[in-house]
């Protein structure tokens, strides 16, 4: 989401004040009947100050893109990372000074006019004053915009026609070495609220249909009891990108978490991401020998895949798997006319 460089107030009326000043110093130079000279200039001086201040504004707003109209993964990013709320307040606050503004410059503008000429002088100074108490009642609101635009311009990329899957799991189970396997290349790593690491999401195609995968540190692989509001939230946002989940378990418990810790967490999961199908990977079967102590943990063996992702033992199959993944349609369903004719 780009928002623009958002100034200070004193930058904001520096830049419309200096600009008047120029435009005033331009009127001066020419040759005007004296009792009209003075009138012109301050007039000038108000009107440009004014439109300077009024465009940087409305650049500021038009380029924030209307939250309603955006993919509800990044309406939920957005409420996460600085708040929805907040942000449109502080627009609606830019709004209203441009509104005060164009007010200003036409009441000011026609005062000048109507007035004698030695009162212009006057009459520009108070324009001033009034133009600066509105520009700096803004001022939190441009602080505010200034904070949501470092905040949110390490929003990642999504790309929301390709089939996206959703990599869970405890730490240390895998996650980023299987990413690696499957997409064949470095992910792009992009930064996550409250994540430390961030995201990592990586690109691949299988059979020309694109293939998103995002792995998720920090994320889902706690258990949901220890997660913060702002943590829930983000699984709500990923649950708007889902067609599928791989959960890995490390069936060799090297991790440093038991099987039933990694089963329970699972089954937290499957209940948060109730209409998305689940797949089960269990990865470090290089480490077992003997294998039936699994058979507990494993719910569907149709769904179930053994692998070594840092062997590469598995990969294919995971890659049929990926294939047969249908992506969901979340389309808003219309309601259907109930008038009667």
Known sequence: MMIPTIPTPEELLDKGFSRGKKQADLIRSQKIPKHLKGKRIEERRVVTSCQVIKDKLKSIIDAVPEIEELHPFYQDYIDIT????????SLGALNW??????????????KIRKNPSE?????????????????????????FL????????????????????VIAGFPNVGKSTLLRQITGADP?????????????????????????????PGLLDRPVLEMNDIEMNAIVALEHLADAILFIFDASETCGFHLENQYNLLK??????????????????DLIEDREYLDQYIDDMDKSIFISAIEGEGVDEINRIIRSIKKIDRSPVEEEDDEYY
Do not use: C
Not at 97 to 102: F, V
């Open 82 to 89: 600085v708040g929805v709320d907040d942000l449109k307040q």
């Open 119 to 143: 009162k212009a002088t006057a009459i520009q100074k108070q324009a001033y004053g009034r133009i600066s108490s509105v520009v700096n009642k803004i001022k939190k609101d441009l602080d």
């Open 268 to 285: 937290q999961i499957e209940k948060i991401f109730s209409e998305i199908p689940v797949y089960y990977l269990f990865n470090k079967m």
């Open 146 to 165: 200034d904070f949501a635009k470092q905040n949110l311009r390490n929003m990642p990329t999504i790309d929301f026609e390709a089939t996206t899957i």
């Open 97 to 110: 000074a441009y509104g005060i503004i164009t007010q200003l410059e036409k009441e000011y503008g026609a």
């Open 188 to 216: 792009q790593v992009a930064n996550y609220p409250f994540t430390t690491k961030g995201i990592q999401i990586g690109h691949t195609e299988i059979h020309w249909r694109s293939i998103q995968i995002i792995d998720t």
